[in-house]
């Protein structure tokens, strides 16, 4: 069950129906520690899709133990500008996050998520 709501989740997010997304984030959601509530997160979303125009979210593992959602989730895109603190400037960049929630009253209510730099600075060094 979690395991369909988190592809059903991760196909809200690419397919960016922001108005969907309180099905699947609490109002008040928190993102490594930060409270975001849903209007933040929401926030943080559209800021991620300005930022990376081409952005899609690609589940390469998955595993749940509720209320636990743990995902490593890969990325290949191109950020406009600065990612992370590193100068992209629209370069294509291939990446990992690792990423744990926790699941309350049937929502994303708490996010950990840690993205892979130096898979990154690897890339834009060469």
């Known amino acids: 069950m979690l395991k369909a709501f988190y592809r059903a989740y991760i196909d ?3 397919r960016q129906d ?3 997304l309180g099905r699947y984030v609490a109002d008040d959601a928190r993102h490594n520690g930060r409270p975001l509530g849903l209007s933040g997160y929401r926030s943080m979303l559209i800021k991620d899709f300005e930022d990376i125009p081409d ?3 690609t589940i390469d593992r998955l595993a749940c133990e509720p209320p636990l959602i743990a ?3 890969l990325f290949d895109c191109s950020p406009k500008g ?3 603190g590193l100068r992209i400037d629209g370069r294509r960049i291939s990446f990992a996050e690792n990423v744990f929630y926790e699941v ?3 929502k994303i209510a708490d996010v ?3 993205i892979d730099k130096a898979a990154i600075e690897d890339q834009i060094a060469k």
């Open 82 to 84: 600065n990612f992370l």
């Open 112 to 114: 950990f998520s840690v």
């Open 104 to 106: 309350r009253n049937g």
């Open 18 to 20: 922001w108005n969907e």
């Open 71 to 73: 995902a490593r989730l």
């Open 12 to 14: 809200c997010l690419n």
């Open 55 to 57: 952005l899609r979210f």
